[in-house]
Structures are given as C-alpha cells and as structure tokens.
C-alpha cells in the first residue's frame, strides 16, 4: 500500500485484521481438534503443525492485544477533538494492515498441511507384533503405510522395512520372491517350504524389521512365506492392509485403525492441492466446491475426478457434477469416478453370493433400519425369519468390517457411504435390472417396453407423480416408494397391481392414500408388504385379507386406527409391526388368535383397548387371551396399562424376545 492509504483506509484495515483475526482462531481450532484425536490415537503430530500452533497462538495473542489496546485508546484526535491525529492514524492504518498479513499468511500455511496432521506410529512394544489398517477401497491404505514406510526409514525405527503387494490371490512364491530381492537373499530352490525355511532363518537375523502386507484379501499362513513372528522372533514386527477387518482378527492383529474417509475440510484441500489455484477462480469455485463435495470424502474418487477435470471449461465441470449426482451404469462408464468404480466394484466381486444380494439389496433401500433389510429380505422367501435375524445380523457386521456398510452404535439402523452406494446401484441396475429413482423431482417412468425387464424398481425421497395406470411387468418381484413430500402422496391406479403378478415385496412408505388399489388382491406371490409411515386414516384396509401368502405385515409408525376381522384371514402371516401406531385402539376380535404361524408381534407404543374375556360377552375390541394361542410365537412387545386385564400364566410364556410394558414398569429377558 502507498502511504496515504496507510492513513486513509485506517479504519478499513483495523475492520480486516479483526475479520481475519476470527479467521485464523477457527482454523487453529480445526487444527487442534485435529491434533487432540490424533493424540487420543497414539498417533504422531507432524512437526510443522507442531510449530505452526506455536506461532498461530503467538500471533493471535499479540494481534487480539494491539486490537485491544486500539480500542481502549482515544479516537485519534487532538486540540480537545477538533483536528485528527493525522500521525497516530497512519500508524495505526499501517499496523493493522502489516498484522493482518502476517494472520492471512499463517492461514494460508495450515491450508496446505492437507491431511498431514499426524501419522500412525508403532509402538515400542515388544509384545507387539502384528498391527492391521483396514478400510474401504480407494480410500489411501496403501498411500498412508507408504508414507509410513518411508518415515519409518528416515526416522531409523526399523534397520529394514520390507513391503510387498499380497493381491486377491495370493502368490507365496512371488511374495518370498520381495521379501527376498530387499533382504539380499537369492532363493533358487522351487519348493515353497525349502524356501519359506531359508525366509525364516534369514529375517530371524534381522534385530529389527518392519514387513508391510498390503492388500491383503484373506489369511494368510505365514508359516508357509516363511515369516517370523511372535515368541519366534520380537524384532519382527507386521503391518497388514486390508479391506475387512474380519481378514486381521483371524490373522491375530493385536491393533487395528480404520481408515475412514475425509471430512469436508479436508476433502477440499485435497481437491485444491492436486487441482491448483485454478479451481479458486470466481467462476469455476461453486461448480468445483460441489463437485468436492459429491465425492463424498472418498480420496480415489476426489483424485480422479479432479484429474480429469483440471484445466477444463466450466460446462464440463458442470456436467461432470450431474453425472456424479446422477449414478447410473453410463456415468460410471463414461469417465468420471471410473477409477473409484472399478475399485468398489472389486470390493464386491470378491463379496460372497448372499453378501453380494444383501449389498445390493441395501442400496435399493439404504439409509434404513436392520429390521426392515429382514423384512425386504424375507420377501423373497429364501430365509426362515429366524434364521433372517441371525444370517442378517451377521451379515450387516461382515459388510460394515469390510467398510461397505456404515453401521449406527445400536447395530439397529445403517446406511451407506454415498459414492459406494451409488456404484453399488449401478450395479444392481445392470445385474438385477433395477430401476431406481433417489433425491428427484423430475423423472420420468420408463417406457412400457423397458419397464418388463425389471426385477426391482425403487423410488426413494423424490417426487412421485404420474404413475402409470398400470404396470406391466411379468419379471417386477420388488417395490419399495417413497416420496419427498408424504402429505403430496400420489393417487394409485385402481389397476396398478393388474400386471406385476410376480411381485413379492411390496413398500409403500410415507405415502398418503385414499384408498388401497383394488387390484392388490392379484398378488397371489406377495409375501411382504410394509405401509410404513403412511397417511392411511379412515380407509379400509380389509382388501389385505385376500393376501393369502403374505408373510410380513408392516404398518410401523402409520396412522392406523384399527385392524379389521378380515386380516384375521393371513394364516401364513409369519410377522406383523404396529410399532408407534399412535392411534391404534381396536382390533377386531379373535384377528390376533387367528394368526396361528404368527412368529413375532410388534405392538410397541399403541393405546389398544384391551378387553377381558368373558363367558357368555361379547367382545368388540381383542382380548390378550388370544396371545395365549399363538404356538410359534417367540417374539412380543406390548404395551398394557395395567396388570388386571392379563390373563393368568400370561408371563410365563416361552419367549425368546419380549418387551411388555405395564403402566410405567418394562420387563425385558435378562441380558445373559
């Protein structure tokens, strides 16, 4: 700046010091939140950003005392206020200005730390032997135990460190072959065990040496390689990579960091240090910040896109953040995230074939609860409901240790990574031939002769307007809707159901309806059907009692006012949910006891009026006698208000999971 504008932008200059000021402590506050999880991990603190929070706190303290200095002073004037301090002014302009280019450069050098905050260190411990890093593809594994490598090399914690790419199958002799060629080792012998005994020796000469297993896809027996570890040898220590965390339990990992993906600080200034400043210009920075941000923190994803993007025009940014808000088998194909697609694709091509339905299931329906993944999946009939929950269960913990599912602390809701599910979608709609619609207001149904290839059609938080008057589909066995706007619902076809005679689960969440389509009663294979949410009040519900073979019945959080006589007709009904059914009073007589395969029953949060049986009285409400007559149920939860209406012996039943409220007491089986 000249020096009369030292003087003349005086008050300017203090207003942007203060301005930057703020600036600058929020970004040590993002540093050191930073650096205090780091810590709680044992991790080590980069010796840069140890110093930049020096000089940060440093400057910040002396910038907050001249701002409070300045303000405490006088205005600057003279000669009782009358002329100004024309001297006093221009220091003041030149002060302000010099500090707040000191703040703005400190900023500026914390921008540039991207993601190097800290890194694993491992510990000096003996009994330490095997550690594992495991975390979704793409998302910097094997970028992170590199660099770790060669810290571990320039830092001298190891006199060795070996690293060698163990792949999805796995190559003993190729793997000895890398670990050999650092060693020095030459190994002419054939035979894997002559081999694996002179690995063995060798490395046990070694006092200290760091082996990097990366991409590991299953265990491994390292006594085939040849690799010491444990009482064999302390100064042998292992470090694995791997997607599943399953993969370093079963190989006897002592410690194990998942890797997750970027927040959306770090994700941008990624994207700005591979992209350049070119991505800061006026024009091009919103297009850019969106595009970051549909990447969803997964680095591969973050680095492709920018790549192909660097140095283009603004349209082609444009549509690049169309294709990635759009996920279909062509956007994936065309370029943008191929990479991050062919890396979560291997991901599930390596998934078993239950895994590789259950994942593709949960992207047709995710975020959602365990319960209604259970619901959907019985729907197909390929599982008994007990065999469901377990199988399930231990499926959703499999996908969430391979990092393909994100998994709530209740273990009760998951949901997906978006990035991931989105490949995953894209696959469902090339081997289920799904047709899936998520977060629009303007689509359009397929076209008659598209619409009979599909096998799924789900329809998550968009606009659902125009439904056809019916579908025709002799191959749809799955339909799930689920609108943005619930008190906007759609009017359904009386002929909706007229040509999708193959459907077996049915779910219409969240939906206000008027009346139930009459030509549900045509789905003689429909084994789940789920209203969920729904807006049903006063209509009439009776027509479910034609489903003959349904299985699942859903009305969980709805609006429902009571069950009809005729539901007492699905004596194959394996599960019914009125959970929070707020406004559930009646059910008609002997409807409950009529349900003779009933399994579980769900009745949380409902304000049933029971009544008591009678001799000789006629009941217009149900009675929890008609409980007492449900030979295959194992699971209940209900709500009474008191213990006078309960039938004698009524807690004593054979449950294996129960939840009965009486008045303000729970009583639940004990945890064993």
Same mark, same amino acid.
């Given at each position: 700046?000249?020096e009369?504008?030292?003087?003349?932008?005086?008050?300017?200059?203090?207003?942007?010091?203060? +301005?930057?000021?703020?600036?600058?402590?929020?970004?040590?506050?993002?540093?050191?939140?930073?650096?205090?999880?780091? =810590?709680?991990?044992s991790?080590?603190?980069?010796?840069? %950003?140890?110093?930049?929070?020096?000089?940060?706190?440093?400057r910040?303290?002396? @910038?907050?005392k001249?701002?409070?200095?300045?303000?405490?002073?006088?205005?600057?004037?003279c000669?009782?206020?009358?002329? $100004?301090?024309?001297?006093?002014?221009?220091?003041?302009?030149?002060? +302000?200005?010099?500090?707040?280019?000191?703040?703005?450069?400190?900023?500026?050098?914390?921008?540039?730390?991207?993601?190097?905050?800290?890194?694993?260190?491992?510990?000096?411990?003996?009994w330490? &032997?095997?550690?594992?890093?495991y975390?979704?593809?793409?998302?910097?594994?094997?970028?992170?135990?590199?660099?770790?490598?060669?810290?571990?090399?320039?830092?001298?914690?190891?006199?060795?460190?070996?690293?060698?790419?163990?792949?999805?199958s796995?190559?003993?002799?190729?793997?000895?072959?890398?670990i050999?060629?650092?060693?020095?080792?030459?190994?002419?012998?054939?035979?894997?065990?002559?081999?694996?005994?002179?690995?063995?020796e060798?490395?046990?000469?070694?006092?200290?040496?760091?082996?990097?297993?990366?991409?590991?896809?299953?265990?491994?027996?390292?006594?085939?390689?040849?690799?010491?570890?444990?009482?064999?040898?302390?100064?042998?220590?292992?470090?694995?990579?791997?997607?599943?965390?399953?993969?370093?339990?079963?190989?006897?990992?002592? *410690?194990?960091?998942?890797?997750?993906?970027?927040?959306?600080?770090?994700a941008?200034r990624?994207?700005?240090?591979?992209?350049?400043?070119? %991505?800061?210009?006026?024009?091009l920075?919103?297009t @850019?910040?969106?595009? +970051?941000?549909?990447?969803?923190?997964?680095?591969? +994803?973050?680095?492709?896109? %920018?790549?192909?993007?660097?140095?283009? =025009?603004?349209?082609?940014w444009?549509?690049?953040?169309?294709?990635?808000?759009?996920?279909?088998?062509t956007?994936?194909?065309?370029?943008?995230?191929?990479?991050?697609?062919?890396?979560?694709?291997?991901?599930? *091509?390596?998934?078993?074939?239950?895994?590789?339905?259950?994942?593709?299931?949960?992207?047709?329906?995710?975020?959602?609860?365990?319960?209604?993944?259970?619901?959907?999946?019985?729907?197909?009939?390929?599982?008994?409901?007990?065999?469901?929950?377990?199988?399930?269960?231990?499926?959703?913990?499999?996908?969430?240790?391979?990092?393909?599912l994100?998994?709530?602390?209740?273990?009760?809701?998951?949901?997906?990574h978006?990035?991931?599910?989105?490949?995953?979608?894209?696959?469902?709609?090339?081997?289920?031939?799904?047709?899936v619609?998520?977060?629009? &207001?303007?689509? =359009?149904?397929?076209? $008659?002769?598209?619409?009979?290839?599909?096998?799924?059609?789900?329809? !998550?938080?968009s606009?659902?307007?125009?439904?056809?008057?019916?579908?025709?589909?002799?191959q749809? =066995?799955?339909?799930? /809707?689920?609108?943005?706007?619930?008190?906007?619902g759609?009017?359904?076809?009386?002929?909706?159901?007229k040509?999708?005679?193959k459907?077996?689960?049915?779910?219409?969440?969240? /939906?206000?309806?008027?009346?139930?389509?009459?030509?549900?009663?045509?789905?003689?294979?429909?084994?789940?059907?789920?209203?969920?949410?729904?807006?049903?009040?006063?209509?009439?519900?009776? !027509?479910?009692?034609?489903l003959?073979?349904?299985?699942i019945?859903?009305?969980v959080?709805?609006?429902i006012?009571?069950? $009809?006589?005729?539901?007492?007709e699905?004596? *194959?009904?394996?599960?019914?949910?009125?959970?929070?059914?707020?406004?559930?009073? %009646?059910?008609? $007589?002997?409807?409950?006891?009529?349900?003779?395969?009933?399994?579980?029953?769900?009745?949380?949060?409902?304000? !049933?009026?029971?009544?008591?049986?009678?001799?000789?009285?006629?009941?217009?409400?149900?009675s929890?006698?008609e409980?007492?007559?449900?030979?295959?149920?194992?699971?209940?939860?209900?709500?009474?208000?008191?213990?006078?209406?309960?039938?004698?012996?009524?807690?004593?039943?054979?449950?294996?999971?129960?939840?009965?409220?009486?008045?303000n007491?729970?009583?639940?089986?004990?945890?064993?």
């Amino acid at each position: 700046q000249s020096e009369f504008s030292y003087w003349h932008n005086s008050g300017a200059n203090f207003d942007n010091l203060k +301005a930057e000021l703020d600036r600058l402590k929020d970004e040590r506050e993002s540093i050191q939140r930073r650096v205090s999880e780091a =810590e709680r991990k044992s991790e080590k603190i980069e010796e840069m %950003v140890e110093k930049w929070l020096v000089n940060a706190n440093k400057r910040i303290e002396q @910038a907050a005392k001249f701002i409070q200095d300045e303000e405490a002073a006088n205005d600057g004037r003279c000669l009782m206020g009358l002329f $100004p301090d024309w001297f006093a002014r221009y220091q003041h302009g030149r002060k +302000a200005e010099t500090e707040k280019e000191a703040l703005s450069k400190l900023r500026e050098e914390a921008e540039r730390f991207d993601n190097r905050i800290s890194y694993p260190t491992i510990r000096e411990d003996i009994w330490l &032997n095997i550690i594992g890093v495991y975390g979704m593809g793409g998302i910097g594994k094997t970028t992170l135990v590199k660099e770790f490598a060669r810290r571990a090399i320039e830092d001298e914690l190891y006199d060795m460190v070996v690293f060698s790419e163990v792949t999805q199958s796995p190559d003993i002799k190729q793997i000895q072959q890398e670990i050999a060629e650092k060693l020095g080792l030459e190994l002419s012998e054939e035979a894997e065990f002559r081999r694996a005994s002179r690995m063995f020796e060798r490395l046990k000469n070694e006092k200290k040496i760091l082996l990097i297993l990366d991409n590991t896809w299953k265990s491994l027996d390292l006594g085939t390689i040849g690799i010491p570890f444990g009482v064999e040898h302390r100064g042998c220590k292992l470090l694995f990579t791997t997607r599943d965390l399953d993969v370093l339990i079963r190989m006897g990992s002592e *410690k194990n960091f998942s890797i997750g993906i970027l927040n959306e600080q770090e994700a941008w200034r990624l994207f700005k240090i591979i992209a350049g400043a070119y %991505v800061e210009n006026r024009e091009l920075k919103s297009t @850019a910040t969106s595009v +970051a941000k549909a990447c969803r923190g997964l680095p591969i +994803a973050l680095t492709i896109v %920018v790549k192909a993007l660097r140095n283009k =025009e603004l349209p082609e940014w444009k549509n690049a953040l169309q294709e990635l808000q759009m996920p279909s088998e062509t956007s994936f194909d065309e370029g943008v995230p191929a990479e991050a697609y062919s890396t979560i694709e291997l991901s599930y *091509k390596y998934l078993g074939k239950q895994l590789k339905e259950t994942i593709l299931l949960c992207s047709l329906i995710a975020p959602t609860s365990i319960m209604d993944l259970i619901n959907y999946t019985m729907g197909f009939g390929v599982l008994k409901l007990e065999e469901a929950h377990n199988k399930l269960h231990a499926w959703v913990r499999q996908l969430r240790d391979s990092c393909l599912l994100l998994v709530d602390g209740s273990s009760k809701f998951f949901s997906m990574h978006d990035v991931l599910r989105d490949v995953a979608i894209s696959i469902a709609c090339r081997d289920m031939n799904a047709f899936v619609v998520r977060n629009k &207001n303007m689509w =359009e149904w397929p076209n $008659p002769d598209a619409l009979k290839k599909y096998l799924a059609i789900s329809l !998550i938080n968009s606009r659902i307007n125009d439904i056809p008057e019916g579908l025709e589909s002799a191959q749809l =066995e799955f339909l799930l /809707m689920i609108p943005n706007n619930s008190f906007l619902g759609p009017n359904i076809p009386e002929n909706f159901f007229k040509g999708v005679k193959k459907l077996r689960v049915v779910a219409l969440v969240k /939906m206000l309806l008027s009346s139930l389509p009459s030509s549900i009663y045509l789905l003689v294979n429909l084994q789940t059907l789920c209203l969920d949410q729904s807006i049903l009040r006063d209509i009439d519900i009776a !027509i479910i009692g034609k489903l003959k073979n349904l299985k699942i019945l859903s009305f969980v959080r709805s609006d429902i006012v009571q069950l $009809p006589k005729a539901l007492g007709e699905l004596t *194959k009904l394996r599960l019914s949910d009125l959970t929070d059914c707020f406004h559930l009073k %009646v059910i008609a $007589p002997n409807v409950i006891s009529s349900l003779t395969r009933l399994e579980e029953l769900y009745m949380g949060n409902c304000p !049933i009026e029971w009544e008591v049986e009678r001799a000789n009285s006629e009941r217009s409400n149900s009675s929890l006698d008609e409980l007492m007559n449900l030979p295959w149920l194992t699971t209940l939860e209900i709500d009474v208000k008191n213990d006078s209406i309960l039938p004698e012996s009524f807690l004593t039943q054979k449950l294996e999971r129960f939840k009965i409220s009486i008045g303000n007491e729970s009583f639940m089986p004990s945890q064993s």
